[in-house]
């Protein structure tokens, strides 16, 4: 029995149209609900990554968090403060060295000018004695 032996009558031509129509719409439906079932999918992947931050951010913390953050940035602050003193004393120290070194420098100098003086002197005296 070939395909163009059978003969439809009007039951099996309902049936057919019914079977297409069938097969039509769950296409189209498969298309349509397509982006919803992508949606669907997305909102389960972003809850789970709201869960994780929640987990992080709640996680066994006695203290509330903004406190304690802004508690380091007032301690960082202080700190930056403390550190900006200390430079400003090590840079007045340093001026005090540079001074320091100066009239070292000028008091060798003056050493030197005596010593000079002195060994004139003592030539003279030598000379004077013979």
Same mark, same amino acid.
Do not use: C, Y
């Given at each position: 029995?070939?395909?163009?032996?059978?003969?439809?009558?009007?039951?099996?031509?309902?049936?057919?149209?019914?079977?297409?129509?069938?097969?039509?719409?769950?296409?189209?439906?498969?298309?349509?609900?397509?982006? /919803? !079932?992508? %949606? #669907? @999918? +997305? *909102? $389960? &992947? /972003? !809850?789970? %990554? #709201? @869960? +994780? *931050? $929640? &987990? /992080?951010?709640?996680?066994?913390?006695?203290?509330?968090?903004?406190?304690?953050?802004?508690?380091?940035?007032?301690?960082?602050?202080?700190?930056?403060?403390?550190?900006?003193?200390?430079?400003?004393?090590?840079?007045?120290?340093?001026?005090?060295?540079?001074?320091?070194?100066?009239?070292?420098?000028?008091?060798?100098?003056?050493?030197?000018?005596?010593?000079?003086?002195?060994?004139?002197?003592?030539?003279?005296?030598?000379?004077?004695?013979?």
């Amino acid at each position: 029995m070939g395909f163009s032996s059978v003969t439809l009558n009007s039951g099996n031509w309902l049936t057919l149209i019914a079977v297409v129509a069938l097969g039509i719409f769950q296409v189209a439906h498969g298309f349509v609900t397509r982006p /919803q !079932r992508q %949606a #669907v @999918k +997305e *909102i $389960h &992947e /972003q !809850r789970e %990554a #709201v @869960k +994780e *931050i $929640h &987990e /992080q951010t709640v996680n066994t913390h006695d203290t509330n968090m903004r406190a304690d953050i802004d508690k380091s940035i007032a301690i960082s602050a202080a700190t930056d403060a403390k550190v900006d003193r200390m430079l400003a004393e090590r840079a007045s120290d340093a001026a005090k060295m540079d001074l320091m070194l100066t009239e070292v420098r000028e008091m060798r100098r003056d050493v030197s000018d005596h010593s000079t003086q002195i060994g004139e002197i003592r030539g003279e005296l030598r000379h004077l004695r013979k």
